[in-house]
């Protein structure tokens, strides 16, 4: 059984870095044609994808939000990490790992953690 667990502070001050942590557990994140993607959803809005990182360690990000947002991983935690700097209070949302499954073209987000609130505050 795949599991997903996002772990990090609740509460950021603007202009502060926001770190988040997601623990694999019943996957590998090295296993290929998987990549592992943050999702975050402000409140009242829709999903939005933050960025992934692939198997290979290869990271994609968000065009919007490129300049700011780093994606790393640790292979023998089986974790991977969001870092997004320079907060604003946009950035209010419930962010979510998960595990995108690459088929040809397109791809399915097929496991998901239960999401994090993160609320940038002063």
């Known amino acids: 059984q795949v599991q997903l667990q996002e772990s990090g502070p609740g509460l950021v001050k603007p202009s502060q870095t926001l770190s988040l942590t997601c623990t694999v557990s019943?996957?590998?994140?090295?296993?290929?044609?998987?990549?592992w993607s943050w999702i975050r959803q402000p409140p009242g809005k829709g999903l939005e994808w933050v960025g992934a990182?692939?198997?290979?360690?290869?990271?994609d990000h968000n065009a919007s939000l490129k300049s700011r947002t780093s994606i790393s991983r640790d292979t023998s935690k089986m974790q991977f990490t969001l870092q997004l700097s320079s907060v604003t209070p946009e950035g209010t949302a419930v962010y979510y790992c998960?595990?995108?499954?690459?088929?040809?073209?397109?791809?399915?987000?097929?496991?998901w953690g239960q999401g994090t609130q993160v609320t940038v505050s002063s």
């Open positions: 998960t595990r995108r499954r690459e088929i040809g073209a397109g791809g399915l987000f097929d496991e």
């Open positions: 019943g996957a590998s994140i090295t296993t290929s044609s998987y990549h």
């Open positions: 990182i692939t198997s290979s360690g290869t990271t």
